[in-house]
């Protein structure tokens, strides 16, 4: 019913930056909150930052300041632009949309999640 397009990771030097991009398709009503999380080997996987279809945004501590994440909501796109990147940062990262679908239903729906590496 609703899938996940994502994009943009790769390998970046410390200081670096990257943009990762997800695209919702699918039959849904409505896309609600989108955001992207990450999972480092050996870690729990923790929400990085989110934003509602009314546009707040939230952020973990450790982002705030070096990421940004914007919507496009007549796209079903959310994007995460990541600046001054360090080798913590490096990690799978996961789009992951609540989108709400006929019959009132919400849905959490989440991509195939993409590899950031932090290296020099």
């Known amino acids: 019913q609703v899938q996940l397009e994502e994009s943009g990771g790769g390998l970046v030097q410390p200081g670096g930056s990257l943009t990762l991009s997800c695209a919702a398709t699918g039959t849904f009503l409505t896309v609600d909150v989108m955001g992207w999380h990450r999972q480092a080997p050996g870690k729990e996987r923790e929400l990085v930052a989110a934003?509602?279809?009314?546009?707040?945004?939230h952020y973990m501590d450790s982002v705030k300041g070096r990421f940004n994440i914007s919507r496009i909501n007549t796209k079903n796109e959310v994007s995460l632009q990541m600046n001054s990147l360090d080798v913590e940062d490096a990690a799978v990262y996961y789009c992951?949309?609540?989108?709400?679908?006929?019959?009132?239903?919400?849905?959490?729906?989440w991509g195939q999640g993409t590899q950031v590496t932090v290296s020099s």
């Open positions: 992951n949309v609540y989108a709400t679908i006929s019959g009132g239903q919400q849905l959490s729906i």
């Open positions: 934003v509602n279809s009314d546009g707040r945004e």
